[in-house]
């Protein structure tokens, strides 16, 4: 299935690795030779979170010789929840340092390559053009997007998951045969309308499934075995735990693999409804806007004043909030501070950080110079406290609450 994949030949396996590959070893699809293949194969994996971890794993573990890893990020108590490849001890490293080193105690036989930086428009065309093929694990549209226009001018197949709450689905994106991620979505939406996993949450189950599919279809596309997903759709909702494949062929008005293809060359991928003279491009991440007004946990701390108001949703608020803060929905907002003092000030917060600003450009015409915003939102807030805490207590976190 994948006709890029280097021909040099490789050692024959030792008797440790003919021990642990005993299991493929004996199936007919794969054997010797299939085993081969996969040392040869080198597979870019591209975010190592909910989607990567499992991926990692078992790509690691099947012995596809060469991984090459890409994220930015370091690891957080939050993610362990769902991104397996780390533990409470990995908190605070890179996560490209944390997996490699996961994945080296896994199989020691591998290359693996670490690049802790973002994919962009710097190095998407010469990561994509170093290996094999691609499983694409971002929660990022500008990122997606990236990822499918330079796999198909590398003419380079990857493996695309998109997951949320209880559902999701996959395919094979960029084969030969078949379609791209603009077939099914030609123009990138507003992120602002699509709730990330921070703010709509997801069961860490469900990118554990989806990560273990991707290296599944990916091992497919390596052995040259199987009906992978190309030119279908799997979609997924596990709560009722319905599976569902559709037939999903190239579009031939595709802007980028199809007949006359107007993208020829990797650009930033901007939201569907931008304007021609809207020419701000849209980062992988929306960064942050210094020139609002911002603050920082313990800076806020030093302003008594500030009305805190949680603009997340009553389950977000009701799972944990900061202690005195008023629960005033996004939707509401208006409503609210049209009924307050003129003289208040206010500080809202969300999960991150991401749906302040919305709420800062909704408001700041009807509160001007009496609003602010949380830096890093609720999140921050629970880092600063989770410190305190630490800081307060010797005793290890898993003896904490119990009885002498």
């Not at 390596?222 to 979609?235: D, Q, R, S, V, Y």
Request: negative net charge.
């Amino acid at each position: 299935m994948i006709n890029s994949l280097s021909e040099n030949p490789v050692a024959a396996l030792d008797a440790e690795e003919q021990l642990r590959y005993a299991r493929h070893l004996v199936l007919p699809e794969i054997g010797l030779e299939g085993q081969r293949k996969l040392r040869r194969a080198s597979v870019l994996v591209i975010g190592a979170g909910g989607l990567g971890s499992p991926a990692l794993l078992y790509l690691a573990a099947a012995g596809v010789g060469r991984l090459g890893v890409i994220d930015p990020d370091r690891v957080e108590l939050s993610n362990l929840q769902r991104q397996v490849l780390y533990d409470t001890a990995s908190c605070g490293v890179a996560k490209v340092e944390a997996a490699r080193d996961r994945l080296l105690a896994l199989n020691p036989y591998l290359q693996i390559d670490v690049y802790s930086e973002p994919f962009d428009l710097t190095n998407a065309a010469t990561f994509v053009a170093a290996y094999d093929l691609v499983v694409e694990g971002s929660d990022q549209f500008a990122t997606k997007y990236l990822v499918n226009d330079a796999c198909v001018l590398a003419r380079k197949p990857y493996i695309g998951a998109s997951i949320r709450a209880f559902s999701g689905m996959l395919s094979v994106y960029a084969a030969s045969e078949g379609h791209c991620y603009r077939c099914l979505f030609p123009e990138m939406p507003d992120p602002a309308t699509i709730p990330s996993c921070a703010q709509a949450g997801v069961l860490g189950t469900v990118p554990g499934l989806f990560g273990t599919l991707q290296a599944h279809e990916a091992l497919k596309l390596i052995l040259g075995i199987g009906e992978p997903l190309i030119g279908a759709l799997l979609t997924v909702d596990l709560l009722a735990m319905r599976f569902q494949k559709l037939r999903l062929p190239r579009d031939s008005s595709c802007p980028v693999c199809g007949d006359a293809p107007t993208i020829r060359a990797l650009a930033e991928t901007r939201f569907a409804c931008a304007s021609a003279a809207d020419s701000r491009p849209v980062a992988a991440t929306e960064p942050l806007a210094d020139d609002l007004p911002w603050l920082d946990v313990a800076a806020s701390q030093q302003r008594p004043s500030l009305r805190w108001i949680d603009i997340r949703t009553r389950a977000e608020f009701d799972a944990g909030h900061i202690p005195g803060a008023a629960h005033v929905p996004s939707e509401q907002l208006e409503c609210f501070v049209a009924g307050v003092g003129m003289d208040t000030q206010f500080l809202l917060y969300c999960q991150r950080g991401g749906r302040t600003i919305q709420a800062y450009h909704l408001l700041k015409e009807t509160l001007p110079g009496r609003l602010w915003l949380l830096r890093g939102g609720y999140e921050a807030w629970l880092h600063d406290a989770f410190a305190a805490a630490s800081q307060g207590s010797n005793t290890p976190p898993n003896d904490r609450g119990r009885t002498p």
